[in-house]
């Protein structure tokens, strides 16, 4: 929100002057704290950097997906694969979210599930200003 | 006046493009897409518990060779079934592990059932073909004799089919073997066995 100190009538000597400068002065405060709520409290990462740390994060739960591994390997010992996957990580709260499992996955349809699962709660931190629309890969292997 | 309202206004313009840029980075939506897959792998599989051994079925015993199964003949004649190749194959690889089993005479046996000489050429018969078998096999001809007792010497009576087939066998008896004798002592301290005399000297048996 850029507030913007209009309510000053222009007058002319030193008074107008003065109003005027407190004008300017109102507009780059209002720019500065403007600028501030974006930058301070909220990352705007580039696309680089934002994959990097949605990638940090889903590395950083990789025993939860091991675990999704493990439960499919009892009933289907020879499973293995590629689970991709698509999800939004949103603005501000940097909450995964609407994760889905994508056709070109190779992995049983369980492994897929369990991961789409395990994406649901994670959450970016610190978020992002931007929202992300993410697409990733895990790839299941023994051995 | 009008210079002071034209600076202003381009101060105020500015401000506000500023304003509306940084309003804009912080919205938006960045798309990514990740190119090298996340990896996750678990250990492989362990392998599966080895099959436990087959039981030994040929064991030295005294002065006997014994098998844990028959040999089996074809019906009325001196030919060893495949059924029985495996167990002569073990016999004839205790036989060479077990140099100091020198000498075994192999005996056939029959029943009561048929005529008594066809019986005694037919245990003769069936003791050679396992003779046969094993010099086959590698075993030294020197370390086996073969002879067959026909119906002369059951086990039990012939009453019975269970008694009959029980007769219709063949036998590994040893003749001549090097036994070697240990003396051992029981250490107090340790509780373990400790061979203080070891002798070695050939013993032979009449049959």
Same mark, same amino acid.
């Given at each position: 929100?850029?507030? *913007?100190? $209009?309510?000053?009538?222009?007058? #002319?000597? #030193?008074?107008?002057?003065?109003?005027?400068?407190?004008?300017?002065?109102?507009?780059?405060?209002?720019?500065?704290?403007? /600028? &501030?709520?974006?930058?301070? #409290?909220? @990352?705007?990462?580039?696309?680089?950097?934002?994959?990097?740390?949605?990638?940090?994060?889903?590395?950083? +739960?990789? &025993?939860?997906?091991?675990?999704?591994?493990?439960?499919?390997?009892?009933?289907?010992? %020879?499973?293995?694969?590629?689970?991709?996957?698509?999800?939004?990580?949103?603005?501000?709260?940097?909450?995964?979210?609407?994760? =889905? &499992?994508?056709?070109?996955?190779?992995?049983?349809? /369980?492994?897929?599930?369990?991961?789409?699962?395990?994406? $649901?709660?994670?959450?970016?931190?610190?978020?992002?200003?931007? +929202?992300?629309?993410?697409?990733?890969?895990?790839?299941?292997?023994?051995? | 006046? =009008?210079?002071?309202?034209?600076?202003?206004?381009?101060?105020? $313009?500015?401000?506000?493009?500023?304003?509306? /840029?940084?309003?804009?980075?912080?919205?938006?939506?960045?798309?990514?897409?990740?190119?090298?897959?996340?990896?996750? !792998?678990?250990?492989?599989?362990?392998?599966?518990?080895?099959?436990?051994?087959?039981?030994?079925?040929?064991?030295?015993? %005294?002065?006997?060779?014994?098998?844990?199964?028959? *040999?089996?003949? !074809?019906?009325? +004649?001196?030919? *060893?079934?495949?059924?029985?190749?495996?167990?002569?194959?073990?016999?004839?690889?205790?036989?060479?592990?077990?140099?100091?089993?020198?000498?075994? &005479?192999?005996?056939? @046996?029959? #029943? %009561?059932?048929?005529?008594?000489? @066809? $019986?005694?050429?037919?245990? =003769?018969?069936?003791?050679?073909?396992?003779?046969?078998?094993?010099?086959?096999?590698?075993?030294?001809?020197?370390?086996?004799?073969?002879?067959?007792?026909?119906?002369?010497?059951?086990?039990?009576?012939?009453?019975?089919?269970?008694?009959?087939?029980?007769?219709?066998?063949?036998?590994?008896? *040893?003749?001549?073997?090097?036994?070697? +004798?240990?003396?051992?002592?029981?250490?107090?301290?340790?509780?373990?066995?400790?061979?203080?005399?070891?002798?070695? !000297?050939?013993?032979?048996?009449?049959?």
């Amino acid at each position: 929100m850029i507030a *913007i100190d $209009n309510t000053q009538p222009f007058t #002319s000597g #030193s008074r107008q002057r003065s109003a005027g400068s407190l004008g300017r002065f109102a507009l780059m405060l209002a720019l500065v704290g403007s /600028a &501030s709520a974006c930058s301070v #409290s909220y @990352h705007a990462r580039n696309a680089e950097d934002y994959r990097q740390a949605t990638r940090t994060l889903l590395e950083s +739960k990789q &025993s939860d997906f091991t675990a999704c591994y493990d439960g499919v390997l009892k009933a289907t010992p %020879d499973a293995k694969g590629t689970v991709a996957v698509s999800f939004v990580v949103e603005e501000d709260s940097g909450k995964i979210t609407t994760p =889905k &499992s994508l056709p070109e996955s190779t992995a049983p349809e /369980a492994l897929q599930a369990c991961v789409v699962n395990g994406l $649901n709660g994670l959450a970016l931190d610190p978020p992002d200003a931007r +929202k992300g629309m993410a697409t990733m890969t895990f790839d299941f292997t023994r051995g | 006046m =009008k210079r002071q309202l034209e600076s202003y206004i381009t101060t105020t $313009n500015v401000t506000l493009c500023l304003a509306l /840029a940084t309003a804009l980075a912080c919205g938006g939506t960045t798309t990514f897409q990740d190119t090298t897959p996340i990896r996750i !792998a678990v250990a492989p599989p362990a392998p599966p518990p080895a099959p436990p051994a087959p039981e030994k079925q040929v064991k030295i015993r %005294d002065n006997r060779i014994e098998l844990g199964q028959k *040999i089996q003949f !074809a019906y009325n +004649k001196a030919e *060893i079934l495949q059924a029985s190749f495996a167990l002569m194959d073990e016999l004839a690889k205790v036989m060479q592990e077990n140099p100091q089993v020198q000498k075994v &005479s192999i005996e056939g @046996h029959a #029943s %009561d059932e048929g005529e008594e000489q @066809h $019986n005694l050429v037919l245990s =003769k018969a069936r003791a050679e073909a396992v003779r046969a078998y094993l010099v086959g096999k590698g075993v030294s001809a020197e370390r086996l004799s073969s002879t067959g007792y026909g119906e002369t010497k059951p086990l039990v009576s012939n009453d019975s089919d269970a008694g009959r087939e029980q007769n219709r066998r063949v036998e590994f008896h *040893i003749t001549k073997q090097e036994v070697t +004798k240990e003396k051992v002592e029981v250490d107090p301290t340790t509780g373990k066995e400790k061979v203080i005399e070891k002798t070695s !000297a050939n013993e032979e048996a009449a049959r």
